[in-house]
């Protein structure tokens, strides 16, 4: 409650409450979209059929391409768990607000920090403009009480506070990454809200259980306008699918729980046709950061992308990404322009009617735009984090890499001085450094960088804060 007041009143001093005059007219009321964010993890960019894996069937997505937009050039804020949430929920760079770490690249169950009381949340800035919101999976921003999605502006919660291979248990027959796990070797609780009601949670129903979670959000809040936000516990390791999906898929258990999760995703769309939402909803499918190649037959595929979670190489941060807003949300169409999770929280501010906070830096752009149709993307940069050091940076169709590193593994950074340089139109697996034929934009992006440098200040970390050691 403490936060959700200092959140309110943040809002209300950042000029984001919606005008007086808006807030009450029921006409402007009625043209601020509902808005859907259904987030996958470890999700690669050659998953699902829309994308092109050739034994993963993906119908519903399939769908939801056809009648929308498919991103070609959509990237994670971060190659890994928890800072890729943060910047989705903040449209900031994680290294802002601490959520990212050298040394413990996520939060943990012993972690004692979690998502800052300062940063406002796309959930607490919709709430102040009259949006019911929910977040229905896992969270994975903190998970003692005062981190909790209830105290981040959301009305309600259902899902795991952090990723379902933590909390493993001592007696655990085998690797997360085994290709039949069982539920009770990870001792994960399933909370409401901030109570534990389950645990171990079960989850071979998790996904089940969150598209059910959220049809019924839908349907108790179709005359209000909403947030739901449902960020998937899988395909991360351990996988699990329910009996209506267990071996089923040709790809073997990844592609049934890929194939569950597409089911989830028709589920939520099914019941916003039927309860007569489909052109009052903007719905964004992505994911939090690419595939974990080192989990072998349990971890996905980056396609034609290089490397996968963990790395700033293509495949760690480029992400599957499909809008969909029948009426509004161009159908059929593919966009090759540049966008990001973070640019969700400008744009579906803007969608909204709310003004952005102005006192702080937002590294979004507004993509309401291009979700529309616009053939230009407002954004002609991305900056490539591996925890808090800068490793690349792509302007235009050109990516720089200072450094280099493979996602997992004992590898040490590799320091590029001239940088590598891809032309990723030409070039989208990143193969061929054509650095000594380009000088001009090894120059233009090195300038780029040193002025992001010299505007960046980091937040304390949150990642490194840890209980002491049970004695």
Not at 98 to 123: H, Q
Not at 221 to 238: E, G, I
Not at 297 to 325: H, N
Request: charged share 25%; glycine share 10%.
């Amino acid at each position: 409650m403490r936060k959700h007041r200092a959140g309110l009143l943040r809002l209300a001093l950042s000029g984001l409450l919606i005008t007086g005059v808006m807030a009450a007219r029921s006409d402007a009321q009625a043209e601020r979209p509902n808005i859907v964010i259904l987030f996958a993890d470890d999700l690669g960019y050659g998953d699902l059929t829309c994308y092109g894996h050739p034994t993963i069937r993906t119908p519903h997505l399939d769908r939801m391409a056809r009648e929308g937009t498919r991103f070609t050039d959509f990237y994670s804020a971060a190659p890994v768990c928890t800072p890729s949430r943060a910047a989705l929920l903040t449209g900031r760079l994680p290294l802002r607000s601490g959520m990212t770490s050298d040394t413990r690249r996520v939060l943990f169950p012993n972690s004692r920090g979690g998502l800052p009381a300062e940063e406002i949340t796309l959930a607490e800035a919709l709430k102040g403009a009259g949006y019911r919101t929910a977040c229905i999976g896992k969270w994975h921003l903190g998970h003692k009480p005062e981190f909790l999605p209830t105290r981040n502006g959301f009305d309600s919660y259902f899902g795991i506070p952090y990723s379902n291979d933590m909390d493993r248990l001592p007696n655990a027959g085998g690797p997360s990454g085994s290709l039949s796990p069982k539920v009770g070797w990870f001792n994960v609780p399933l909370m409401r809200n901030e109570t534990v009601v389950e645990r171990p949670a079960d989850q071979h129903t998790l996904t089940r259980r969150y598209s059910e979670e959220a049809s019924k959000f839908i349907r108790a809040n179709r005359r209000n306008p909403f947030l739901l936000y449902v960020p998937f516990t899988m395909p991360h390791v351990p996988l699990f699918a329910s009996s209506e999906f267990a071996g089923k898929s040709p790809r073997g258990l990844y592609g049934d729980v890929v194939e569950e999760l597409d089911g989830a995703v028709g589920r939520v769309l099914d019941t916003l046709r039927a309860e007569g939402l489909s052109r009052k909803t903007l719905v964004v499918f992505t994911s939090d950061n690419g595939p974990w190649l080192t989990q072998r037959l349990a971890g996905g595929s980056a396609g034609l992308l290089r490397d996968g979670k963990g790395s700033t190489w293509e495949g760690g941060m480029r992400e599957p990404a499909i809008a969909w807003w029948p009426g509004k949300v161009r159908a059929g169409r593919v966009c090759r322009g540049v966008a990001s999770t973070l640019d969700l929280f400008p744009a579906c501010l803007a969608l909204a009617g709310v003004q952005p906070p102005a006192d702080r830096p937002i590294d979004g752009h507004d993509i309401s735009g291009l979700l529309k149709g616009d053939e230009r993307s407002p954004r002609n940069t991305y900056f490539f984090y591996r925890d808090t050091q800068l490793y690349a940076v792509r302007k235009g169709a050109f990516k720089a890499h200072y450094l280099t590193r493979t996602g997992y593994g004992q590898a040490p950074a590799v320091r590029h001085d001239p940088p590598l340089l891809f032309n990723l139109d030409v070039d989208p697996s990143e193969t061929m450094d054509v650095a000594a034929a380009h000088p001009d934009v090894v120059r233009d992006i090195a300038a780029v960088t040193e002025r992001h440098r010299a505007g960046m200040v980091a937040g304390r970390n949150q990642l490194d804060d840890i209980d002491p050691p049970a004695r």
